[in-house]
């Protein structure tokens, strides 16, 4: 719900539940970085740490290697705006 990265081994949240994934992408700890009772504190919060994402150049965060053809701005299309 940050980024758009299509390969979190499950969903960020269910309910009121986080997976506490790391994203490799972005760096978010689902749980952690966006935690919020409510779901639209949530969104606020994923809004935001796009946000910050997108100013830092969008980088990869993870140390292992992103997938090959790896595009951060085709990428944010699948995010709900």
């Known amino acids: 719900p940050v980024c758009g990265y299509p390969g979190l081994d499950e969903p960020a949240w269910v309910d009121d539940a986080p997976s506490y994934e790391i994203c490799p992408c972005c760096g978010t700890e689902f749980g952690y970085q966006d935690v919020g009772h409510e779901a639209e504190a949530r969104a606020a919060r994923h809004r935001e740490l796009r946000q910050e994402w997108i100013e830092l150049g969008c980088p990869w965060w ?4 992103p997938p090959p053809g790896w595009d951060p701005k085709a990428q944010l299309r699948n995010v709900d705006p």
């Open 62 to 65: 993870s140390n292992r290697e």
